[in-house]
């Protein structure tokens, strides 16, 4: 009162006497005011207006959601929601669950209060992501994040509330909850609280009591020791840092007055350290509702995320602490976050740790792991040299190492850089390091490149040592000049190919002169005079030189024409470049018969590193690196040559190797026969990252963001980040969807990048690098690792990875969602006139078979991509995940399904059980859709095309008889390729068509019985659910056959 009173005072003008009656006016005027405030905060409104003036993202890092339990009560506190509506406009609304958990309310609204509110038995479906209608025909789609929007079909016409969060977190906790209240009703919280982690609750006790059994120091009844508390914390989660630990049990003990750490301490501080939200959110997904996992949940998610068959009791007996869980065969949240962070959950596909590719095509058709100047550890110019530079590259499974060698004192021969200060190795001593790890990490072929700048005398030393050290494991076999290509690697296991300069092979004489190497001879032109870069050659040390012959690169015409399958260029990179750019498609062909050398430009003093993917993408084998020098291009190096059990040979792609083919390194665009690929990766969260090595900021707090790269040809290279989560690098959660196109998938890598936001130095945290073809699918962590390579001890993201051929999102006008209309507008890849009047006639046959191909491949993927967006998925989702989605909205008042599937035939059939609502209706007739082409399909048959691969032997003599001369002849040629690349390129996205329409019809199947959405049989009783492997049996068996039907070509 007595500031209510100075108030008065101090606003008063000074003409207003305290006792005049304008004044007594003012007082109970403001007097009313004041109570009024007081009776509005002991209301609702006032007190939810208060609220929102609060970050609820940010009060949510203050404790960690475990339950549903939690998500409710959060939810009646309400938070800051975005309504999206059919106009495309965007309102700001509070929403909350009134106290008697029966209504979804909102605030403000132009409507009365009974009126805006959403009943909670009314709710038919929450569907997660941008998968309304509304929301995808919104004009801000775009700028929605799929991650933080949600919404929600209530009522008999299926109405939708889209709505959007403010963050991942706020989103999955309505949508956990909001799924809890539909199954549970009103007694949700009394039905979670009887059963709520149970499972986790009795393992903690029982790992507690251990715990006070084996510390004899302390009373039991007092609890345990400081740092046998630690301990037990950190034997679940071995990266959380101990004084980190340390400190919140210290803040408990000092809180409650208590010496030891009693049990509930211990729960406490555990829930705070060894829970995940995001790994909590997920498993409710599939739980039904429960807050574990039983056997058929486990199932359906390896099945439907992990794309893999695994026997879900396994996992539970392998991954589940408690005894009671794993004798139940349940999976708790402690059980499913030891899955989701085991090797079985690596971002890496295990099958690529060994060799899985086709190891007995030509040696020019792989990319051949190459280190430079192998034997120095720092700079090109005054660095030292080591043994250890051989060692560590053989140990890193390169197959390409380096020897330039001088004469040395004592008629012994070294190894160093000439003209440089590099110290010098003594050759016998490299050679034995060699022969002794040439194969400890690959049995494939050891390119041992020998840059030879000895004398004659000094050369006997040299023929000597490599004789004596290798041996046999010197391959000295002639070449057949009948042979087109090079040995295989296969065939080649456990040799040694030198490659260097050599005398011809009719020479008689015991040396013979030849020209410097391409290398040492850059680096003499430098030093001395351009005639001092030839040398004499010792004719038995020319005779060692078999399939790796060095020559000069001259151009491509000259290599076209005399250059023999055995002959190898090196190629300075400044010139290897400047061709990729001027000549992409005759440096791509120039490859698919010949080796091509490409080494770092002189001008690298520093050892830095060229990109070796600018090079790859032209087919070029040999990149050498500069493997002392860590950061991006290394790690590119070294995670491309993981991909076949980092044996140091990878295939090249198929467009690179074909003898007809069209392939330009420098596409900006989709690549002629390969149909792109979708990425999708979600960035969920990172776990114990570390401060910045280096980093001058204080304390061990970091700000992290992750950049997602692709790398690979110039249209697919690209590069998307994160936010900026602030002081948190024990467990960030970015939750963030990003999308990728990727036009030629064989040659792309993805990068994941994480930076420190707030530094003093470097910003660099860990890094992992991986080819997209060694990606698994489904929720996966990615280990960290430094800039040199190694492992950062527990660090790593957690992430969802997806591969898709058809992009998400977008207004269905604009993504031709109706199969008629798509058909108008579409693009085909024509195929090219060559001037040729035989040749054209052939390809002009093939023109209508490829259209027919290209509209039936695209009219499955629409047909696909629409019963997916009315089962109300995203894009990333299998026809698996549709149909368990309408296992609950496809039910009736009474909880009988209006939808079962009749699975009699190979081709599951949805069947309508009574009258159904219009957007069932539009799901049954689409589903209609998609086997009716999915049968099309299976019974189109490729007619192959040899005709046109007749002329290829006599298409140049052909086209000069039609009189084309020059560069028409050059075109004419490049159009047969382009053509035939194109046929090719059908038929096996055909061949891929067909079989994505078997394994759709596979995951139907065993949706439909899973989800139990299957016609009871003409006994009475519903089939009994199989497992997928004796569904291939079956499905193979009831396979059509291809009578008749559309023909495709090749």
């Not at 605030?107 to 998968?131: C, H, M, Q, W, Y």
């Not at 071995?238 to 919140?248: A, D, L, N, T, Y």
């Not at 109706?818 to 108008?824: E, I, L, Y």
Request: charged share 25%; glycine share 6%; with cysteine.
């Amino acid at each position: 009162m007595c500031i209510f009173i100075c108030f008065i005072s101090f606003f008063s003008p000074p003409f207003i006497s305290p006792f005049s009656p304008m004044y007594l006016y003012l007082s109970f005027f403001l007097l009313t005011i004041c109570f009024s405030s007081a009776l509005l905060q002991d209301g609702s409104r006032a007190g939810r207006e208060r609220k929102k003036t609060v970050s609820f993202s940010s009060s949510l890092s203050e404790r960690k959601i475990s339950s549903a339990a939690d998500c409710i009560h959060s939810m009646v506190e309400g938070s800051e929601l975005r309504k999206v509506r059919p106009n495309s406009r965007v309102y700001q609304r509070y929403y909350l669950l009134d106290a008697g958990l029966q209504a979804l309310c909102w605030e403000p609204s132009k409507k009365e209060s009974d009126k805006a509110r959403i009943s909670l038995p009314s709710i038919r479906e929450v569907r997660t992501g941008r998968n309304t209608e509304t929301f995808r025909t919104s004009g801000v789609y775009d700028q929605i994040s799929e991650d933080c929007a949600f919404s929600i079909i209530y009522g008999e016409t299926y109405e939708s509330l889209d709505l959007v969060a403010n963050s991942a977190e706020v989103a999955n906790i309505w949508v956990t909850g909001l799924r809890y209240l539909m199954q549970y009703g009103k007694h949700a919280l009394d039905i979670i609280a009887s059963s709520q982690d149970s499972l986790r609750l009795s393992w903690l006790e029982q790992l507690f009591s251990s715990a006070v059994e084996s510390d004899r120091e302390v009373d039991v009844e007092e609890g345990i020791n400081l740092q046998s508390a630690i301990r037990l914390i950190q034997s679940v989660n071995p990266g959380v840092s101990s004084s980190k630990v340390e400190h919140r049990f210290k803040e408990l003990q000092r809180v409650r007055e208590r010496t030891s750490v009693a049990k509930q301490d211990f729960i406490e501080v555990f829930h705070d350290f060894c829970t995940r939200p995001e790994i909590y959110f997920l498993l409710v997904q599939f739980s039904s509702n429960k807050e574990f996992l039983d056997t058929k949940d486990l199932m359906r998610f390896l099945e439907a995320e992990q794309g893999i068959e695994e026997t879900s009791l396994r996992l539970i007996q392998s991954h589940e602490p408690s005894e009671e869980g794993r004798q139940h065969g349940c999976l708790s949240l402690d059980g499913f976050t030891s899955y989701l962070t085991s090797a079985e959950c690596h971002l890496f596909d295990r099958d690529h740790s060994t060799v899985c590719q086709d190891m007995r095509q030509p040696l020019s058709h792989y990319y051949i792991n190459s280190s430079h100047n192998t034997y120095l550890i720092e700079d090109q110019f005054r660095g030292p040299s080591d043994i250890s530079g051989y060692i560590r590259a053989l140990k890193m499974g390169c197959r390409c190492v380096e020897v330039d060698v001088w004469d040395g004192p004592d008629d012994e021969p070294v190894v160093c850089t000439g003209h440089t200060l590099t110290s010098p190795l003594s050759l016998r001593c490299v050679l034995e390091a060699i022969g002794r790890f040439a194969f400890v990490a690959s049995e494939y072929p050891l390119i041992l490149c020998i840059e030879n700048h000895c004398s004659l005398q000094q050369q006997e030393v040299l023929l000597q040592h490599l004789l004596r050290i290798l041996g046999d494991r010197l391959y000295t076999a002639t070449p057949d000049e009948a042979e087109s290509y090079l040995p295989s690697p296969h065939a080649l296991r456990g040799q040694i190919l030198l490659k260097g300069k050599k005398l011809p092979l009719d020479w008689e004489g015991e040396q013979g002169e030849v020209s410097e190497e391409d290398e040492g001879a850059e680096m003499c032109q430098r030093m001395k005079a351009a005639n001092s870069s030839r040398f004499q050659l010792l004719k038995e040390l020319s005779d060692l030189v078999t399939l790796c012959h060095s020559i000069r690169f001259i151009d491509f015409p000259t290599s076209s024409k005399n250059q023999k399958p055995w002959e190898l260029c090196s190629i300075n990179e400044s010139l290897a470049v400047c061709l990729a750019g001027e000549s992409p498609g005759d440096f791509v062909n120039h490859n698919k018969h010949f080796l091509s050398r490409v080494y770092p430009s002189p001008m690298r003093i520093d050892s830095s590193n060229m990109n070796p993917q600018d090079l790859w993408k032209c087919g070029c084998q040999i990149v050498a690196m500069n493997y002392q020098t860590a950061g991006l291009m290394m790690d590119l190096n070294t995670a491309w040559f993981r991909q076949n059990g980092n044996c140091g040979y990878v295939l090249r792609p198929a467009i690179m190797r074909q003898e007809v083919s069209y392939f330009s390194a420098d596409t900006r665009d989709t690549v002629p026969g390969v149909s792109p690929q979708l990425l999708h990766i979600k960035v969920i969260s990172g776990q114990n990252l570390p401060r910045p090595r280096g980093s001058g900021a204080k304390g061990d707090v970091v700000d992290p963001y992750v950049y997602v790269e692709i790398h690979g040809i110039p249209a697919d290279c690209t590069e998307r980040r994160t936010r900026t989560v602030t002081q948190n690098g024990d467990n960030p959660i970015f939750d963030e969807s990003f999308e990728f196109q990727i036009n030629l998938p064989e040659l792309a890598m993805v990068r994941f990048v994480v930076l420190d936001d707030d530094f003093i130095g470097d910003e660099f945290i860990g890094q992992y690098t991986i080819p997209l073809e060694c990606l698994q699918p489904g929720y996966r962590y990615v280990p960290l690792q430094t800039l040199t390579g190694e492992d950062l001890p527990y660090s790593r993201l957690f992430v969802h990875v997806a591969l898709t051929n058809r992009r998400g999102g977008g207004k269905p006008h604009k993504r031709g969602l109706s199969v008629r209309k798509a058909r108008k507008g579409r693009n085909y890849t024509a195929l090219r006139d060559l001037g040729v009047r035989a040749v054209d006639e052939v390809f002009k046959m093939a023109a209508a078979p490829l259209r027919e191909a290209t509209d039936l491949r695209e009219n499955m993927q629409n047909s696909v991509a629409v019963f997916r967006e009315l089962c109300g998925l995203s894009a990333v989702a299998n026809l698996m995940q549709c149909v368990l989605a309408l296992r609950t909205r496809a039910l009736g008042p009474d909880g009988t399904p209006l939808l079962l599937f009749e699975l009699r035939d190979h081709y599951p059939t949805l069947e309508p059980q009574g009258p159904l609502p219009d957007v069932l209706r539009r799901v049954v007739s689409t589903y209609e859709m998609v086997t009716s082409i999915a049968l099309c399909v299976c019974v189109c048959v490729c007619v192959s095309c040899p005709t046109a691969m007749e002329f290829h032997e006599k298409l140049q003599s052909l086209a000069v008889k039609e009189g084309l001369k020059g560069r028409k002849v050059s075109r004419a040629l490049e159009s047969f390729s382009w053509n035939i690349t194109i046929l090719k390129g059908q038929a096996d996205l055909l061949k891929h068509a067909k079989a994505e329409v078997q394994e759709n019809m596979k995951q139907v199947h065993y949706a439909a019985l899973t989800g139990n959405l299957i016609k009871e049989s003409p006994g009475g009783g519903r089939a009994r659910p199989q497992s997928r492997r004796g569904q291939e049996a079956t499905t193979s068996q009831d396979r059509p056959t291809t009578a008749g039907g559309g023909h495709v070509f090749m």
